[in-house]
């Protein structure tokens, strides 16, 4: 799990906090492990569905001034939404208008260009959401992104199904890994199913074994089409 530590207090004033991953040998059990990250190197965090990694983000997000200060520049990128929304951030335009750019002028590869100048002059540090969906031109920007950053904490179901462009990328920056375990609850009506069709097998209803094992592969046909 992810806590946000007090930890004494910034030059002007305000609450400090640094993020500390603690393993417990079950849930409410004991702690066996505590490890306090570094808020200088990049953090690649992975993890099943439901494990948490988008909830440790928009954590780390909104308490960011607590952990970065208010120097900082954050950039959240999150890869369910369009391309156009990362670079349509005010304060892109408003690094490219004080250039002297028309931005409503430029084509949207000119700016998504001006969207890696601001990562680059701001020394933006860069949150990426669910990195192992990102496809086509939308990777391309994040890697030129994460290579521009400052520093990049990016979130994935498992580090090796990010994109390889990416991956290698990261792999490079030596970031600090953080795995987490899904505490989705188990379900069991699966294996229930199953034990049911092979009692039918065994007590000779073929006929309704045969149904029942077609339900099953149709209904997980269905769901893995949803997932893709």
Request: net charge positive; glycine share 6%.
């Amino acid at each position: 799990m992810l806590l946000l530590r007090p930890n004494g207090a910034q030059a002007n004033g305000q609450k400090r906090r640094v993020p500390v991953v603690r393993e417990r040998e079950r849930r409410y059990g004991k702690v066996v492990e505590e490890r306090v990250l570094s808020v200088t190197r990049d953090i690649l965090i992975s993890g099943p569905h439901a494990s948490g990694k988008s909830r440790w983000l928009d954590k780390l997000h909104k308490q960011s001034v607590e952990v970065w200060g208010t120097k900082k520049e954050l950039l959240y990128l999150r890869s369910i939404e369009p391309l156009q929304r990362w670079y349509e951030d005010p304060r892109v335009v408003a690094h490219a208008t004080g250039r002297g750019l028309n931005w409503q002028k430029l084509k949207s590869y000119e700016r998504a260009d001006e969207l890696i100048r601001w990562v680059t002059d701001q020394k933006v540090l860069v949150m990426m959401d669910d990195a192992h969906k990102l496809t086509g031109r939308k990777l391309d920007v994040a890697t030129r992104v994460a290579g521009a950053a400052r520093q990049v904490i990016v979130s994935a179901f498992d580090e090796q199904q990010i994109p390889i462009s990416l991956r290698l990328l990261l792999v490079q920056r030596r970031p600090q890994r953080v795995l987490l375990e899904s505490k989705a609850a188990y379900d069991a009506t699966s294996v229930t199913l199953w034990l049911t069709i092979l009692i039918a097998m065994l007590a000779g209803w073929w006929q309704l074994a045969a149904v029942m094992g077609g339900m099953k592969v149709l209904a997980g046909g269905r769901r893995a089409a949803k997932q893709m």
